[in-house]
């Protein structure tokens, strides 16, 4: 048998490609679906979850390239003709789901790859080039565009697939051609000769744009995205105002650092240059817990298991600003979260430039004491440290 087609029949090559390909997406399917299902209530659970998507995005990936050099190699190919090119809409929905496959056999996997790019943490890719793409940004809200499309992408795959196959039982048991014999490996007796509708082709580049934007229009609304969160906070009057700023976190998840912030939190800040018996004023923070983003672990860091949003959905953290060695500063006090109150002193660096003040800190808590993620004892699943980082700027208001 050949390794190049010929305009009656497949070579050995396309033939390779395609039943790979096909053990590859059906293998893929159902074990996302088992990924997705699977518990992590507890460390162990979550480990073996974790597995199962490394397994899953690892072999997406390797379809990706498959179907890269499967389509490299058809366009070197002649193409083999239709075995019943005279019944017209069988023909046109033939080269439909054909085009409708190629398309989601590039483009399913690599909207996963690209999700994957731009979230951190958890289920990494297992190869040595790393988790991130070129310019693919660690962004929540470019991840939860290409999360979506590949929500949607896959459904056309899974029911392109459910045609395909449908189509091939139908051409092998009802109409007994060589249609599926042709594709399998050896000599066949097909002799197809009739053409494939250009029409067919353009449908399917059609349906794939609708999917495109519709994916992306669920993916601009936020679908799980937490934009800012729903808990409302009201902002108390402060001395300084804080103009701009960040509240972000960083853990270890399964010996990877998974990073994110806090996108609702209001400050009231009283602060003098020169102390007062020892103290340069007060601070009280006030965090919506729900509106963290931490990549793809964002519903279980807000969940009953962690940070428990529902129940205690407002962190506090109240300190007294003293001053520190070497000019710096600390911020001495409570922080309340997740039903526990734990002293805490950050330590920052304030920079003062009339009006204006721009402090950075960073301070390590443990999670365990504020009993967060009892379940998950190990720290080589969840890590027992968690890093907060601030940087906010923030202008003397005239009356101060």
Same mark, same amino acid.
């Given at each position: 048998?050949?390794? @190049?087609?010929?305009?009656?029949?497949?070579?050995?090559?396309?033939?390779?490609? /395609?039943?790979?390909?096909?053990? *590859? +997406?059906?293998?893929?399917?159902?074990?996302?679906?088992?990924?997705?299902?699977?518990?992590?209530?507890?460390?162990?659970?979550?480990?073996?979850?974790?597995?199962?998507?490394?397994?899953?995005?690892?072999?997406?990936?390797? &379809?990706?390239?498959?179907? *890269?050099?499967?389509?490299?190699?058809?366009?070197?190919?002649? $193409?083999?003709?239709? *075995?019943?090119?005279?019944?017209?809409?069988?023909?046109?929905?033939?080269?439909?789901?054909?085009?409708?496959?190629?398309?989601?056999?590039?483009?399913? #996997?690599?909207?996963?790859?690209?999700?994957?790019? @731009?979230?951190?943490?958890?289920?990494?890719?297992?190869?040595?080039?790393?988790?991130?793409?070129?310019?693919?940004?660690?962004?929540?809200?470019?991840?939860?565009?290409?999360?979506?499309? /590949?929500?949607?992408?896959?459904?056309?795959?899974?029911?392109?697939?459910?045609?395909?196959?449908?189509?091939?039982?139908? /051409?092998?048991? +009802?109409?007994?051609?060589?249609?599926? $014999?042709?594709?399998?490996?050896?000599?066949?007796? %097909?002799?197809?000769?009739?053409?494939?509708?250009?029409?067919?082709?353009?449908?399917?580049?059609?349906?794939?744009?609708?999917?495109?934007?519709?994916?992306?229009?669920?993916?601009?609304?936020?679908?799980?995205? $937490?934009?800012?969160?729903?808990?409302?906070?009201?902002?108390? #009057?402060?001395?300084?105002?804080?103009?701009?700023?960040?509240?972000?976190? @960083?853990?270890?998840?399964?010996?990877?650092?998974?990073?994110?912030?806090?996108?609702?939190?209001? @400050?009231?800040?009283?602060?003098?240059?020169?102390?007062?018996?020892?103290?340069?004023?007060?601070?009280?923070?006030?965090?919506?817990?729900?509106?963290?983003?931490?990549?793809?672990?964002?519903?279980?860091?807000?969940?009953?298991?962690?940070?428990?949003?529902? %129940?205690?959905? &407002?962190?506090?953290?109240?300190?007294?600003?003293? #001053?520190?060695?070497?000019?710096?500063?600390?911020?001495?006090?409570?922080?309340?979260?997740?039903?526990?109150?734990?002293?805490?002193?950050?330590?920052?660096?304030?920079?003062?430039?009339?009006?204006?003040?721009?402090?950075?800190?960073?301070?390590? *808590?443990?999670?365990?004491?504020?009993?967060?993620?009892?379940?998950?004892?190990?720290?080589?699943?969840?890590?027992?440290?968690?890093?907060?980082?601030?940087?906010?700027?923030?202008?003397?208001? #005239?009356?101060?």
């Amino acid at each position: 048998m050949p390794a @190049a087609n010929s305009p009656t029949a497949y070579g050995e090559v396309a033939k390779f490609f /395609h039943w790979a390909t096909a053990l *590859l +997406i059906l293998t893929l399917i159902p074990l996302g679906i088992i990924a997705e299902e699977l518990p992590y209530d507890t460390g162990e659970a979550l480990a073996l979850k974790a597995q199962v998507f490394s397994v899953h995005k690892t072999l997406g990936v390797l &379809v990706f390239f498959v179907a *890269l050099a499967r389509i490299l190699w058809a366009l070197t190919q002649v $193409r083999p003709g239709l *075995l019943h090119s005279d019944k017209k809409a069988e023909a046109f929905l033939a080269t439909l789901v054909h085009w409708l496959l190629y398309l989601s056999i590039v483009l399913v #996997p690599l909207s996963g790859w690209l999700h994957h790019a @731009a979230t951190d943490g958890f289920a990494p890719i297992w190869w040595p080039f790393g988790q991130s793409l070129p310019f693919v940004p660690k962004s929540e809200a470019v991840s939860h565009v290409f999360g979506a499309w /590949h929500w949607v992408l896959t459904k056309v795959l899974i029911g392109s697939l459910i045609l395909h196959i449908l189509g091939a039982i139908k /051409h092998h048991v +009802i109409d007994k051609d060589a249609t599926l $014999r042709r594709m399998w490996f050896g000599a066949s007796d %097909a002799a197809g000769m009739g053409h494939h509708p250009k029409s067919g082709a353009v449908a399917g580049l059609a349906v794939y744009a609708v999917a495109l934007v519709v994916a992306t229009v669920l993916g601009l609304s936020g679908g799980d995205a $937490r934009e800012g969160g729903t808990t409302q906070l009201t902002a108390a #009057p402060s001395p300084w105002t804080v103009q701009e700023g960040s509240i972000g976190i @960083a853990v270890q998840q399964l010996n990877s650092e998974v990073s994110g912030q806090f996108g609702q939190w209001s @400050a009231v800040i009283e602060f003098v240059e020169t102390p007062v018996e020892g103290s340069h004023g007060r601070a009280e923070v006030s965090i919506a817990v729900d509106s963290l983003t931490l990549g793809s672990v964002t519903s279980q860091a807000i969940g009953p298991d962690f940070m428990q949003a529902e %129940a205690h959905p &407002v962190a506090t953290f109240t300190a007294d600003l003293v #001053p520190a060695e070497a000019g710096a500063y600390l911020a001495v006090g409570e922080l309340s979260l997740a039903g526990a109150t734990v002293p805490v002193e950050m330590p920052f660096d304030l920079t003062l430039e009339g009006d204006t003040a721009h402090a950075v800190g960073q301070v390590a *808590l443990d999670r365990r004491d504020f009993n967060i993620g009892e379940k998950y004892p190990d720290e080589g699943t969840v890590g027992f440290g968690v890093t907060v980082t601030i940087d906010v700027t923030a202008t003397r208001t #005239p009356e101060s």
